[in-house]
Nanobody
Framework: VQLQASGGGLVQAGGSLRLACVAPARIFSRAAVGWFRQAPGKEREFVGVISRSGGSTDYADSVKGRFTISRNSAKNTVSLQMNSLQPEDTAVYYC?????????????????????WGQGTLVTVSS
């Protein structure tokens, strides 16, 4: 475990949560960081990713417009702001990272492209 995810919890439908992913500086400074989730009995799925520079993001269609990823270089932290949460958002959320050069604008959605992973934080949305 090289990344530390936190912020999960229980929230009612329509509510909000903010997850945080902290990485060592040696990783954070060179990596794009993404979020994935895995619901009970389902495969892990891509949620979103932010580029190394923070200038580009990409989101799964299921969360677009509701979730926002940002990064704070001073704190080596990437945040996932989740609004308008629905019961189908219930899952363990993982942050992950992959090394990239600053000029590489490609954003990866496949988990197998990621090198660094966190331990996961549980988000439960009640109806």
């Amino acid at each position: 475990v090289q990344l530390q995810a936190s912020g999960g919890g229980l929230v009612q439908a329509g509510g909000s949560l903010r997850l945080a992913c902290v990485a060592p500086a040696r990783i954070f400074s060179r990596a794009a960081v993404g979020w994935f989730r895995q619901a009970p009995g389902k495969e892990r799925e891509f949620v979103g990713v932010i580029s190394r520079s923070g200038g580009s993001t990409d989101y799964a269609d299921s969360v677009k417009g509701r979730f926002t990823i940002s990064r704070n270089s001073a704190k080596n932290t990437v945040s996932l702001q989740m609004n308008s949460l629905q019961p189908e958002d219930t899952a363990v959320y993982y942050c992950a990272g992959y090394n990239t050069i600053l000029t590489d604008t490609r954003l990866h959605r496949k988990g197998s492209d990621y090198t660094y992973w966190g331990q996961g934080t549980l988000v439960t949305v009640s109806s």
